[in-house]
């Protein structure tokens, strides 16, 4: 059965840090591109960042570039956003999701609350 936990999230102030993490079963971890969505109340759901398989290749949506860092750890089967320089314009719910290629997301967790105060 196949699942994508997230954990990390809060409630935290402007400026603050925040690290998420995805905890991954199911399937082959390492095999798949994994990616950070997030949802604010009224809005679609948008991209956040990815990573490649092995980590070397991540990309990141304007708005959080310089300031989230994506990462993984295939031996521990487990992705992380690390959330610095935190916005009230940050809060959202959380995803993480799994791709086997491209932007085809196979795999979704049910999401963590980040809730920024200004």
């Known amino acids: 059965q196949v699942q994508l936990v997230e954990s990390g999230g809060g409630l935290v102030q402007a400026g603050g840090s925040l690290r998420l993490s995805c905890a991954a079963s199911?399937?082959?971890?390492?095999?798949?591109?994994m990616a950070w969505f997030r949802q604010a109340p009224g809005k679609e759901r948008e991209f956040v960042a990815r990573?490649?398989?092995?980590?070397?290749?991540?990309h990141y949506a304007d708005s959080v570039k310089g300031r989230f860092t994506i990462s993984r750890d295939n031996a521990k089967n487990t992705a992380y956003l690390q959330m610095n320089s935190l916005k009230p314009e940050d809060t959202a719910v959380y995803y993480c999701?799994?791709?086997?290629?491209?932007?085809?997301?196979?795999?979704w967790g049910q999401g963590t609350q980040v809730t920024v105060s200004s």
């Open positions: 990573i490649g398989w092995s980590g070397g290749i991540t």
């Open positions: 999701a799994a791709s086997y290629g491209g932007t085809n997301y196979a795999y």
């Open positions: 199911g399937f082959t971890f390492s095999g798949y591109v």
